[in-house]
């Protein structure tokens, strides 16, 4: 009987130890930030939708990380700028050759440089800064510029997540 009692209490008694020990689950984010905006989005590149993408794609990455709220840009407690600096296509893979003369290759990488700053309102310094690059690879078909927005809009959404991960465990 005394048998079964401490076996029923050993769960309890690990549960009091390991939470009296300062381990605690939770959110890396910094402390007084609760909401981030994203900024309209700069693109210094000659690619078409670049901005577009990369915005949609980093208020996706906040919402989906879940350490910060996704606010307006009136009411969040620090705004996060991002510039698309630069957009790179490598061809990788096999390829194939037409009739002897053109060249197409199957599959591209597109690499996606965004620069960040995040901000709080009222102060002109940023609270954390810098560079993230994020790729994707893609298949280009017949319109192999569909091809290359997509794989723009896909290494958008892994740069996004890349760098929602830097603004959360960043301090």
């Known amino acids: 009987m005394l048998k079964n009692i401490f076996r029923a209490a050993l769960p309890a008694v690990l549960m009091l130890i390991l939470t009296g020990c300062g381990y605690h689950i939770g959110f890396i984010k910094h402390p007084q930030i609760d909401s981030v905006a994203v900024a309209p989005v700069v693109n210094s590149t000659a690619i ?87 790729q994707s690879h893609f298949q280009a078909g017949a319109d192999v510029e569909s091809g290359r927005l997509s794989g723009v809009r896909q290494a958008c959404y892994d740069t996004a997540v890349k760098l929602v991960r830097q603004i959360t465990e960043g301090w």
């Open 48 to 134: 078409y939708n670049a901005a577009g993408n990369m915005r949609m794609m980093a208020s996706e990455a906040v919402m989906q990380d879940g350490s910060y709220k996704l606010a307006d840009l009136k009411r969040a407690d620090a705004i996060l700028y991002i510039t698309v600096s630069r957009i790179d296509f490598t061809a990788v893979g096999t390829s194939s050759v037409e009739r002897d003369r053109d060249y197409r290759p199957d599959e591209w990488i597109a690499r996606v440089t965004a620069e960040y700053k995040l901000i709080v309102p009222g102060q002109g310094k940023p609270v954390l800064a810098g560079t993230v690059t994020g």
